[in-house]
T-cell receptor
Framework: SAVISQKPSRDICQRGTSLTIQCQVD?????MFWYRQQPGQSLTLIATANQGSEATYESGFVIDKFPISRPNLTFSTLTVSNMSPEDSSIYLC????????????FGQGTRLTVV | AQSVTQLDSQVPVFEEAPVELRCNYSSSVSVYLFWYVQYPNQGLQLLLKYLSGSTLVESINGFEAEFNKSQTSFHLRKPSVHISDTAEYFC?????????????FGSGTRLLVRP
């Protein structure tokens, strides 16, 4: 299994500001993803973080709003830019290591409240 | 495109009764199937998975799920639930499309076990 450290665990931010969330994995992984889980709802895939290149975004998510970096195989960041109250959510980092398992591991999440 | 449907948003059940949480999916390619559980105020944990082989898969805490390709279903069952099984359960489908892997989640089913 992979151990994922996600920081910060929670934050309260003013609208119009930006927050960068960090995801650190204890081993090299094949794929890293960012999800959003709004209160009482399921997980929505924001993007796939690609090492050394631009992330692949899902429909409804754009790079200007959610810039993502992945400089190496164990680390990624997600920035929530120009925040509004609608961005209040839990943001989750997820990793998959394709070595016969294909299961995704999740960080504990970052609970973001925008006021 | 792939999708996951969990028809039941909430399933109330008495302790020691059997339960089935339904999951149906659609995909044009081969899939991997997962059930994740989220206990209150905790992160996502993998409950069980189907990658290949036997269509009946089991977890260590008494849950089982059966992959039914003809009905495109992966229902989760437990013959006798405990209070501690109260949680949100998410069905997820993973597949390779356009040389990238994605894990898509259903809307979730809240299992409420009552004494």
């Amino acid at each position: 299994s992979a151990v994922i450290s996600q920081k910060p665990s929670r934050d309260i931010c003013q609208r119009g500001t930006s927050l960068t969330i960090q995801c650190q994995v204890d081993s090299q992984v094949t794929m890293m993803f960012w999800y959003r889980q709004q209160p009482g709802q399921s997980l929505t895939l924001i993007a796939t973080a690609n090492q050394g290149s631009e992330a692949t975004y899902e429909s409804g998510f754009v790079i200007d709003k959610f810039p993502i970096s992945r400089p190496n195989l164990t680390f990624s960041t997600l920035t929530v830019s120009n925040m509004s109250p609608e961005d209040s959510s839990i943001y989750l980092c997820s990793v998959i290591n394709f070595k016969g398992r294909n299961e995704a591991f999740f960080g504990q999440g970052t609970r973001l409240t925008v006021v | 495109a792939q999708s996951v449907t969990q028809l039941d948003s909430q399933v109330p059940v008495f302790e020691e009764a059997p339960v089935e949480l339904r999951c149906n999916y659609s995909s044009s390619v081969s899939v991997y199937l997962f059930w994740y559980v989220q206990y209150p105020n905790q992160g996502l944990q993998l409950l069980l998975k189907y990658l290949s082989g036997s269509t009946l898969v089991e977890s260590i805490n008494g849950f089982e799920a059966e992959f039914n390709k003809s009905q495109t279903s992966f229902h989760l069952r437990k013959p006798s639930v405990h209070i501690s099984d109260t949680a949100e359960y998410f069905c997820a489908v993973g597949s390779m499309m356009d040389s990238s892997y994605k894990l898509i989640f259903g809307s979730g089913t809240r299992l409420l076990v009552r004494p």
